[in-house]
């Protein structure tokens, strides 16, 4: 379920101290923010289930659960989440998953979601306790399955900003989003081909005679 206030996408700091907002159009590719295998585990956020609990009450889920969790889930997160970065970058590659990965999501899938439930009210939506690290990470994994069989599932992208490794699903209705977010990539793009044009009439002004 989404719905939140705020506009959607996890709140992200660049390299050069930037706060923006990163949509990358799924739930479950919202989890990719907080690190990755390999290279990617520089930039390890989930460390504690306090950690896990911050995330979930960043992304677009709403209400946010009011979770039980321990160390154990926030190990099988970094699990999901490391398998759905190399099923994602096997996709963009245009390689077949390893099996270990989509393993692990479809074993993440197979435990009962987080469940809707209708407040008294009959005009809000919360989640039936207990809510468990394994509801929040199937309902995640149920979410990145329905991302790569769906209609979406060939607009799975890498930003293509320079040193920027962002995934992101394209769901826009042009299907031609290049950048993580207009205010990181697209603008530092924009600045750049700014000043190589500068560049290039300013070269061009040199080499013409005067007169001519």
């Known amino acids: 379920m989404t719905g939140k206030a705020t506009p959607p996408g996890m709140p992200l700091r660049s390299g050069s101290g930037l ?7 799924a739930l479950s590719f919202e989890l990719l923010v907080t690190g990755g295998p390999d290279w990617m585990a520089r930039w390890e956020v ?3 289930p306090e950690d896990l609990r911050r995330w979930a009450g960043q992304c677009r889920l709403d ?5 039980e969790l321990g160390p154990a889930d926030v190990r099988a997160a970094r699990t999901v989440r490391d398998a759905l970065w190399r099923i994602c970058l096997a996709r963009v590659a ?10 692990a999501l479809n074993a993440a899938a197979a435990v009962p979601p987080l469940i809707p439930r209708l407040a008294p009210e009959s ?21 990145a399955i329905a991302v790569l069989t769906g209609p979406h599932a060939d607009r799975i992208r890498i930003c293509a900003g320079e040193n920027c490794s ?7 209705r042009p299907g031609r989003r290049r950048w993580c977010a207009m205010e990181n990539c697209g603008n530092r793009h924009k600045v750049r081909a700014h000043r190589a044009h500068r560049a290039h009439r300013a070269h061009r002004a040199r080499q013409t005679p005067e007169g001519t």
């Not at 706060?19 to 159009?25: A, H, K, L, Q, S």
């Not at 245009?94 to 393993?103: I, R, S, T």
């Not at 962002?166 to 826009?172: E, G, N």
Request: hydrophobic share 40%.
């Open 166 to 172: 962002l995934l992101y699903v394209d769901t826009s």
């Open 123 to 143: 005009t809000t939506v919360g989640w039936a306790e207990p809510a468990t690290g394994a509801h929040l990470l199937s309902t995640v994994a149920r979410d």
């Open 19 to 25: 706060e923006y907002r990163f949509d990358p159009g």
């Open 94 to 103: 245009g390689e077949a998953p390893a099996p270990d990965g989509l393993a």
């Open 46 to 48: 989930l460390h504690a």
């Open 63 to 67: 209400p946010t659960p009011a979770l």
